[in-house]
């Protein structure tokens, strides 16, 4: 089904290319397809790979946090590969973040009235 749905959306997009420089054809550059195409595998293709993987593997649930955890990992790869200053917003975000996911995987008390 995912497969279908990128398909789609990949043929609406290319309809509206002759469109983005009037009715001129796009001429892409190489370095530019190459980039397209290797996001497009790597960005999108692995990463609905690993996350039906992990649904499988530990259910939904456990697959949603993952979502939840991505600003953070943006954050700590912006400071250390990108050398961008760590802000006091950005840390008290991802520790907001970290104590959410953190008490959502807490196993639930004896007794109590959640399943």
Do not use: C, W
């Not at 943006?74 to 973040?97: D, K, P, Y």
Request: charged share 10%.
């Amino acid at each position: 089904m995912s497969a279908g749905q990128l398909l789609a959306a990949t043929m609406l997009a290319s309809t509206t290319l002759p469109m983005l420089d009037g009715l001129q054809p796009p001429r892409p550059r190489l370095d530019a397809l190459v980039a397209v195409v290797v996001l497009g595998v790597l960005g999108t293709g692995l990463a609905y790979v690993l996350n039906y993987r992990i649904i499988a593997d530990d259910g939904p649930v456990s697959a949603s946090f993952v979502i939840y955890l991505l600003p953070v990992v943006a954050v700590v790869l912006g400071v250390v590969g990108l050398h961008e200053r760590l802000t006091t917003h950005a840390i008290g975000g991802s520790f907001m973040i970290v104590l959410g996911v953190a008490a959502t995987r807490r196993k639930a008390a004896a007794g109590s009235l959640t399943p």
